[in-house]
């Protein structure tokens, strides 16, 4: 299946727009020195594969329990232990893979650059069926209820029987004519779905037949060229009690009543990555590579770290006390929670594109060229 020349022509015009702003020769921000507060320890590292390769994909590890999955881009997919990295199980799909796992209904969803969706068994990564959908699938589809939900390239989601694959509804809505490379990820909410769109809209559905309860605009497209107008919303909703907090390229900010999706409050702000919270900040990386803290009842700015700019950084992960950071260079790069300060650095082997991800005091971050390290990171004595 082709895959569409739009998206990789909005990337180039991304990459090209970003630079318009500083000369082609403005490195990276220096590294700042710092006292620092944290002991850092990698506890293990272990060769995944080849990564996402040179290709531009976001590909996350999966945390289910005990378990830890993760891919690269040519159909590697593997299980390990979440504690000491030990291989559960490995399989070579021998397909280009172009999302991260997806986890629900004991299987692991994946999604290839052909559009073909993937469910495989969880505990031993047998292929218990494909479908075939419309469009490259970017982002880690969901499983609930006994349904899968996929978002593809071309902004369609489909919902698919669990047990089989087979076609339940399809939720399709026009979409720019220049859009980024990259989709949310549908979140799944009892029997209801919540996913965001190149559109800047967000929409909540039913899970069973795909009938829209509602759909929000966060973002109106303004401008005058297709670049300028373009509002993505690529990160997935982050929802917290009976609030959605999403965030959009080139867009806002916002949180919404998930009853009738509302708006609560909105502040400008342009990301394509992921939101982090610890129930009571907002985290985020913005296009300019500056970290910010937000306040979730009124989107009130609490801090802005500005040291990392031009680094390429990735979303934020909340970590104990800390928001962590990595960036091209393969640092990574700790956050006090409470202000910003940089608690802590660690070198990894390359460079790192997707958010790190923490659960039981471990952090795991999965570099781009296959590497998957968990570190630790305590008070220094």
Known sequence: MEIPLRRWLASLLVLLAAGCGSTPTEPPAELTEFEPELQVTTLWSVQVGEGAGKRDLRLRPALDGERIYLNDHRG??????????????????????????????????????????LALASDDGRVLWRAQLSSEILAPPA???????????DGKLFGLKAGDGSQLWIYDRSVPTLTLHGT??????????????????VALLSLADGRVLWETAVATPRGRTELERMVDIDAPPLVIGETAYVVGYQGRAAALDLRSGR????????????????????????????????????GASLWQQDALQRRS?????????????????????????SDGRFQARAKLSGAIRTAPLAAEGRLYVYGRKGRLTCLEATPRQ
Do not use: C, N
């Open 76 to 117: 590697v997919v593997v299980a390990l232990q979440a504690e000491s990295g030990k291989q559960l199980w490995r399989v070579d799909l021998q397909l280009p893979l172009s999302s991260g796992p997806g986890i629900g209904e004991g299987m692991l969803l994946l999604g290839s650059a052909e559009g073909e969706l």
């Open 143 to 153: 499983a609930g209820s006994g349904v899968v939900v996929a978002h593809t390239g």
């Open 184 to 201: 949310s990820s549908p979140v799944i909410l009892s029997d209801l779905v919540l996913d965001g769109f190149a559109s800047g809209k």
């Open 263 to 298: 708006v609560l409050w909105s502040r400008p702000a342009s990301s394509a990555g992921r939101l982090a919270s610890d129930g009571e900040a907002l985290y985020l990386t913005d296009d300019g590579d500056r970290v910010l803290a937000l306040s979730r009842s009124g």
């Open 313 to 337: 950084l990735t979303p934020p992960e909340v970590y104990r006390e800390s928001v962590v950071v990595g960036d091209g260079e393969g640092y990574l790069h700790w956050l006090a929670r």
